[in-house]
């Protein structure tokens, strides 16, 4: 139970906090340079990212599953695995429909068309954002108000 907390903390934790640096950090510091600069930046950061969500989805989904197997079972539980699972189908689809986009266009060198997937990536992420800082806010305390 512990070892599986311990996983589930540090891959939230790794999943929200890289979302909110790209969004307060990342892309307002990238945002004056020339999209020929930017948008490959941020492939290049975002490229290193992705890897690192796809992680934490399979160690929160896991780590999840296993405390529940083992007799965790509260309301604040149920809506963070509700919240969760539409955070994991948004980056699923964020991953394999704009991300794929933004790639083939950016290798076709069409800047406009990948500035445009790159817009609908950074609308997931942000929803995905808000999502995550609620759904560890809930995780959190939910045993002190239920
Ligand atoms: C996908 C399904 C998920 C399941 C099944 C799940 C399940 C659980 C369980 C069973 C606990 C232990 C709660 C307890 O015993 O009090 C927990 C804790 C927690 N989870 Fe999740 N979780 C999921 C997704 C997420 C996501 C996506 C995040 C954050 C982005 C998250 C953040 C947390 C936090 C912050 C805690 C509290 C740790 C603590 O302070 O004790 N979980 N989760």
């Keep these: 139970m512990i070892f599986g907390l311990l996983l589930h903390i540090l891959a939230a ?11 307060f950090m990342l892309r307002p510091a990238a945002a ?3 999209p020929g600069v930017r948008l490959p930046l941020m492939r290049r950061a975002l490229a290193r990212f992705f890897p690192w969500v796809w992680v934490s989805i399979a160690l929160l989904a896991l780590s999840g599953a296993g405390m529940i197997k083992l007799g965790a079972d509260s309301l604040s539980i149920q809506i963070m695995m509700g919240l969760g ?3 994991m189908l ?4 964020l991953y394999f429909a ?3 986009r ?3 266009a950016l290798d076709g060198g069409d800047l406009p068309a990948a500035a445009a997937q790159l817009t609908q990536v ?5 929803f995905n954002l808000v999502l995550g800082l609620v759904v560890v806010a809930i995780g959190a305390t939910g045993r002190y108000w239920q």
């Excluded at 790794?14 to 790209?22: C, E, K, L």
């Excluded at 950074?122 to 942000?126: E, H, S």
């Design 13 to 23: 934790t790794i999943w929200v906090g890289g979302m909110f640096f790209a969004h």
């Design 32 to 34: 004056p340079l020339e």
């Design 85 to 87: 699972i539409v955070m």
């Design 90 to 93: 948004a980056f699923g689809h």
């Design 98 to 100: 704009p991300w794929r």
């Design 102 to 104: 933004f790639q083939r």
């Design 122 to 126: 950074r609308a997931i992420v942000t």
